[in-house]
């Protein structure tokens, strides 16, 4: 299958299980990786055929910055969900990198593989 990729989406949001994190932004990196058929619309070279990846980003910088959340967990199954749900994604790798959460490493981060079913 081919796939549609959005790399480095920087969103700033309130995100912590400490009541300090919950005073204030920070951002997450996120990658998403998307199963998704192009020959439709190379065929066309029309963007309705296509996953549209500004679309899909705007989407999921509202998501994330609608509401605080504990855990980057909850932001990738949302992601997920919402790439399946509202833009017809089959397959979806999320990926949530928390640069400030580990004084130490440069960042920590979960990923999550999801199927539409
Ligand atoms: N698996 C996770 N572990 C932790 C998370 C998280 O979101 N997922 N979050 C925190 C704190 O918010 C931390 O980032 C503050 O530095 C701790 N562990």
Request: aromatic share 6%.
């Amino acid at each position: 299958m081919d796939k549609v990729f959005i790399e480095g989406l920087t969103v700033d949001a309130v995100i912590g299980v400490y009541d300090w994190e919950q005073q204030g932004t920070q951002p997450l990196i996120l990658d998403l990786e998307m199963a998704w058929d192009n020959r439709p619309a190379a065929a066309s070279d029309q963007l309705e055929y296509a996953l549209d990846y500004d679309a899909l980003s705007q989407a999921v910088i509202a998501l994330i910055q609608a509401t605080p959340r504990a855990l980057i967990e909850t932001i990738a199954e949302e992601v997920a969900q919402l790439a399946i749900q509202q833009f017809a994604v089959q397959q979806i790798r999320v990926k949530v990198a928390k640069p400030q959460a580990i004084t130490a490493a440069r960042q920590a981060a979960v990923e999550i593989v999801r199927t539409a079913v």
